[in-house]
């Protein structure tokens, strides 16, 4: 079986401020990780995500992530927030190989970044 | 490049009355196809996927139910609807090789 925490329902943060959004997950073998986020009333993108390789992950509007296997996290991270950075973060894991494709979303946290 | 359709944008239905709700992918072929509803802003619930025609996976009971007529259309329904089945409904697509899930704008859908 395969699941994902997101500890914090909220995260605050100050503009300009490093933002960090925790996740940590349990599956078989190596997994395959994703970061999406979600504005108000519409459908999830997709920022990021770990297969392999450097376990040091860049995606979209400035996010990155680090891969930790030994404390099996995935936490998003951003070097200085924006206000427009506030939105709903969901963190997913996939375990590797065939079989079906479906992931396990966390319950997402929601990040507010105040002017 | 690829796009997902979902519509209608906004639904409110009676208690009772027939749902169909429509999800299109342009742009690539033989896709993944995943049905979502999300409740009060928050986690997802997988409600069905498709890895091709005719073939649907539920993953919860209930009174709805998914159809794949077409290779890139995946269709939601239900013959009648509870005040329970009110959220907001998600498709997604993806490629089993990618496994990144790309997701429709979302069908915000009130029963009353």
């Known amino acids: 079986a395969q699941s994902v925490a997101q500890p914090e329902d909220q995260v605050n943060v100050a503009e300009g401020n490093p933002l960090t959004v925790k996740c940590t997950y349990s599956v078989s073998g190596n997994p395959y990780l994703f970061w999406y986020v979600q504005y108000p009333n519409r459908g999830l993108q997709f920022l990021l995500k770990?297969?392999?390789?450097?376990?040091l992950v860049k995606g979209s509007y400035g996010f990155e992530a680090e891969f930790n296997k030994s404390q099996t996290s995935f936490h998003l991270k951003k070097p200085s927030a924006l206000v427009s950075d506030s939105a709903l973060y969901f963190c997913a894991v996939r375990a590797p190989g065939g079989g079906s494709y479906i992931p396990t979303f966390g319950r997402g946290t929601s990040l507010i970044v105040h002017p | 490049s690829q796009t997902i359709h979902q519509w209608p944008a906004t639904l409110v239905q009676p208690v009772g009355s027939p749902l169909s709700l429509e999800c299109t992918v342009e742009g690539t072929s033989n896709p993944n196809l995943y049905w979502y509803r999300q409740a009060a802003g928050r986690g997802l619930q997988l409600l069905f996927y498709?890895?091709?025609?005719?073939?649907i996976s539920s993953e919860v009971p209930q009174n709805l139910s998914a159809s794949r007529p077409q290779d890139r259309q995946f269709i939601l329904s239900s013959k009648k609807l509870l005040l329970s089945d009110s959220g907001f409904y998600l498709c997604?697509?993806?490629?089993?090789?990618?496994?990144?899930?790309?997701f429709g704008p979302g069908t915000r859908l009130l029963v009353l």
């Open positions: 498709s890895v091709g025609i005719g073939q």
């Open positions: 770990y297969i392999t390789g450097d376990n």
């Open positions: 997604a697509w993806s490629h089993g090789a990618q496994e990144t899930q790309y």
